[in-house]
């Protein structure tokens, strides 16, 4: 069962405008939220995180929001540049008994194509 | 420090031979993490160690896989006898301690066994 869900295989945005990629969770228990970018033949780069805690968190022209209620959150890249075509995954971890974190589970990821 | 360093990038093998990968974590990291992933799908959890002791193993790894770190520091994977659904990306990261910390991910390595 997948518990990281990213439902939208790609997405095509143009230069300029808002890119908005979406994830879905389904383990309650999950306690904190990453984002990572990843481009090709290179390792998956770590962007923007959200602790459970809060619904908002933004770091310059990237914001994540979190809707623990829907078991939801979006990342919104604005304005979108065409450097920032690539995959992004959503991840998540959960605090386990004992207080030590779990692993990240990723989803599947987003094509993000951002054209000029 | 360079970040995680993974060696070699890509490795062609034929079935039934063995592989061993390296990864070089970030030194000040106690925590070190192997995904694996294939196309089209997101990096799935294999292991991990907490300096030299290896705290979780993932159903995805076989008896023929086999991961150390000695003395705390680089990480091996070695895999026996490849398959051909052997072949995918494998990722090393590194992260300190801590709830909050992200991980810190190398560039992989590419194995195609043919």
């Known amino acids: 069962d997948q518990q990281v869900k990213q439902n939208s295989p790609s997405l095509s945005v143009q230069e300029g405008r808002i890119s908005i990629l979406n994830c879905d969770y389904t383990n309650s228990m999950f306690d904190y939220f990453l984002w990572y970018k990843k481009y090709p033949a290179e390792g998956p780069t770590f962007l923007i995180s959200?602790?459970?805690?809060?619904d908002k968190n933004e770091d310059g022209r990237f914001t994540v929001f979190l809707n623990k209620s829907a078991k939801h959150l979006s990342l919104h890249i604005v304005p979108s540049q065409p450097g920032d075509s690539a995959v992004y995954f959503c991840a998540a971890k959960r605090r386990r008994d004992g207080g030590s974190q779990g692993n990240l589970i990723f989803g599947k990821g987003t094509k993000l194509s951002v054209k000029p | 420090d360079t970040g995680v360093s993974q060696d070699p990038r890509h490795k062609i093998t034929k079935r039934g031979q063995n592989v061993t990968f390296r990864c070089d974590p970030i030194s000040e990291h106690n925590r070190l993490y192997w995904y694996r992933q294939t196309l089209g799908q997101g990096p799935e959890f294999l292991t991990y160690?907490?300096?030299?002791?290896?705290?979780?193993k993932s159903r995805l790894l076989s008896d023929r896989f086999s991961a150390e770190r000695p003395k705390g520091s680089f990480s091996t994977l070695e895999i026996q006898r490849t398959e051909q659904g052997d072949s995918a990306m494998y990722l090393c990261?590194?992260?300190?301690?801590?709830?909050?910390?992200?991980?810190?991910f190398g560039s992989g390595t590419r194995l195609t066994v043919v």
């Open positions: 160690f907490q300096n030299e002791a290896q705290l979780e």
């Open positions: 959200i602790s459970s805690i809060k």
């Open positions: 990261a590194s992260s300190p301690q801590g709830p909050s910390m992200g991980y810190t």
